[in-house]
C-alpha cells in the first residue's frame, strides 16, 4: 500500500479577461462585426428642455410682458443664424411668426394656444423647442402637458402635433392662465 503525503493536484483555473481587455474586445468586435443582438444601445441623453430660457433675464422680462399685455422682443442666436422672439402683449412671435396666442377667458384669465403649423414648421431649429417648452413650464397654472419633443418632431400623445391640425384646427389650446393686464381694485 502506498500512502499519500501530500496534498490534491491543484486546480489550475481559467485566466479571466480584465476589463480593460473586454472593453478593448467589445471594440474591436464593434468595428468589425456591429452590435450584437443581444446588445443593448445607450438610451438617448435626455434634455432639460426650455432649462436654458427658465432662468434668462431677457424670457423673464417676456413672459412679464406677455402677461401684462406689453411688448417685448429680443434675438437669440441658434446654430449660426439669429432668430427673433418677441411679444406684443396677446401673441408671442417667433421669427415674425406667431407661436402662442392669448385669448380673454374672463377678468382675471386668459386661455393660452399653440399654433401647430409654426410649432411643426420650425421643429428642428432648437431655439424654438426650447421655447415652446420654457413657455409652458413658466405658466404652472397650465398643469402637466401632453406634449413632448422626440427624433426632432412635437408629439402630442401617440401622434405628430402637425397630423391632429387637420381635424381639430390649427390652434391647440394648452390652458388658462392668470394675467395682470387689470388690477383688482378695493370695492368701496
Not at 83 to 112: A, M, Q, V
Amino acid at each position: 500500500m502506498t500512502a499519500s503525503t501530500g496534498k490534491a493536484p491543484k486546480k489550475v483555473k481559467e485566466k479571466r479577461q480584465t476589463p480593460e481587455e473586454r472593453a478593448e474586445a467589445l471594440r474591436y468586435n464593434h468595428m468589425m462585426y456591429g452590435p450584437t443582438a443581444g446588445e443593448v444601445r445607450p438610451s438617448a441623453k435626455k434634455t432639460n428642455f426650455g432649462a436654458s430660457y427658465l432662468a434668462h433675464p431677457k424670457f423673464q422680462a417676456l413672459m412679464t410682458a406677455f402677461k401684462k399685455g406689453q411688448a417685448y422682443q429680443f434675438d437669440v442666436t441658434d446654430k449660426a443664424k439669429v432668430c427673433t422672439i418677441g411679444t406684443d402683449g396677446s401673441h408671442i412671435s417667433f421669427n415674425g411668426k406667431t407661436l402662442f396666442y392669448s385669448r380673454p377667458l374672463n377678468r382675471h384669465e386668459e386661455n393660452l394656444l399653440l399654433d401647430r403649423l409654426t410649432a411643426a414648421q420650425f421643429q428642428t431649429t432648437d431655439a424654438l423647442v426650447h421655447l415652446v417648452f420654457a413657455v409652458l413650464r413658466s405658466l404652472p397654472e397650465l398643469g402637466p402637458s401632453t406634449l413632448f419633443y422626440m427624433n426632432h418632431q412635437f408629439y402630442l400623445g401617440h401622434e405628430t402635433l402637425e397630423a391632429g391640425a387637420a381635424e381639430q384646427g390649427q390652434n391647440l389650446l394648452m390652458g388658462a392662465y392668470r394675467h395682470q393686464k387689470t388690477q383688482d381694485l378695493p370695492r368701496k
